[in-house]
């Protein structure tokens, strides 16, 4: 399961938590974070949200600014997170940068 089940109930049976209860609180904030996430992404910006899949740039669509954008945000990320790696006691440092890198260069 997404989002660090395995190191949930691990470190929560450590502690003396409840493996079951764990599992499923989490299995349970999972589920309400993936069905609430799109209503409120239309609620809060105002977007109407397609149900078709329809709903994509194509590749005629793309400009250079856009290329530029993108090429910098996977380069600055990418920098970063090698850079940085031996501070972060995390598996993803690389994932961690480039989420953080793309929310900062968004326009």
């Known amino acids: 399961m997404p989002g660090g089940l395995v190191e949930m109930v691990t470190l929560g049976a450590e502690r003396g938590g409840d493996e079951r209860m764990i599992s499923l609180i989490h299995a349970a904030r999972i589920f309400l974070v993936v069905l609430a996430l799109p209503f409120m992404i239309g609620v809060l910006t105002g977007q109407p949200l397609s149900r078709s899949g329809r709903s994509y740039v194509s590749v005629e669509e793309v400009n ?42 968004r326009r």
Do not use: C, I, M, N
């Not at 600014?65 to 997170?81: I, K």
């Open 64 to 105: 250079l600014q856009d290329l530029l954008w993108f090429s910098a945000a996977v380069l600055g990320g990418a920098a970063l997170g090698r850079s940085d790696q031996h501070r972060l006691d995390k598996d993803g440092p690389f994932f961690f940068r480039f989420t953080a890198g793309g929310s900062v260069l």
